[in-house]
């Protein structure tokens, strides 16, 4: 495989963080990420669709309906590019380490492989760590390509610089969790 580098830009960073920390709760969403020659480049806000987060931390789902009328409206809407763009799949695994579980991935295998050539799939926690690795899909199934250095960022930025950001955003953040999230608990997650 190609030699390729992974930079993020430093509002997704923010955003994503921002969503592991203000949840109290695992919490997921999808990011946009373009590839220039050997470059990944993550950008633009994070969508989070509705979802359904396990009361004890350890699981999160999309609501599949709310999610596909997200895709059918950037289809109508003329944004199918910009919807083919969210190659992303974040996660934070709260308190817990950050790694691929079992159930990550179960998920990996559902999301992008069917139609997409590559994926890239990451998970943070409230520590402010995080896992990233590229899946390529096409022309056939490769092992997972893991990203060992700390994450890059796409434009010069320092601790300084990233909190006043992070402070900026964090109340938007808040809002997009009350109105996405929905805590469920462990003991009626199967019932729903």
Known sequence: MEEFEVVIDPTSYADIFLAADICPVEISGLAKVIKESGRYLIFGEPFIPKQKCMDNGTE?????IAYGKWCDEMIRSGREVELKQFRL????HARSDVYFSITDENTITTI???YSEWWMHLVVNKRNQASLRLDIYKPERQP???IETKI???SPTNSAMM???MSERKE???KIIEEKVEIVSAWR???D
């Open 89 to 92: 799949w974040w996660h934070s």
């Open 163 to 165: 909190k006043n950001l």
């Open 144 to 146: 997972p390509k893991y």
């Open 152 to 154: 890059k960022f796409s």
């Open 112 to 114: 992008g492989g069917f």
């Open 189 to 191: 997650w199967d019932d």
């Open 172 to 174: 938007r953040m808040r």
């Open 60 to 64: 999160t789902d999309f609501d599949m």
